[in-house]
């Protein structure tokens, strides 16, 4: 499965990238979840979505992508 390149950006919802940037910067989905006051499990799912939309095997791969779409900087 090959991402999609920043040129054909899926839209990712707002939380959606919200969750991405904050696996950037290292959090776990349970620090996620406490910062953003949500469950880990919906934390899971929003990572979840976001790799399916991009095509993301991994979410090293998420976050990777991330970067390069510009959504979160180096």
């Known amino acids: 499965m090959t991402a999609v390149g ?4 899926p839209s990712l919802t707002a939380r959606q ?15 996620t979840a406490r910062k953003l006051g949500i469950s ?3 934390v899971d799912e929003h990572l979840t979505e976001a790799r399916r939309r991009v095509r993301a095997t991994t979410k090293s791969h998420l ?4 970067v390069a779409a510009g959504i979160v900087s180096r």
């Not at 920043?6 to 950006?9: K, S």
């Not at 990238?17 to 620090?31: D, N, P, S």
């Not at 976050?63 to 991330?66: I, M, N, Y």
């Open 6 to 9: 920043p040129e054909d950006m």
């Open 40 to 42: 880990k499990t919906t």
């Open 63 to 66: 976050v990777g992508w991330a």
């Open 17 to 31: 990238t919200e969750v991405v940037r904050l696996a950037a910067l290292g959090l776990t989905a349970k620090e």
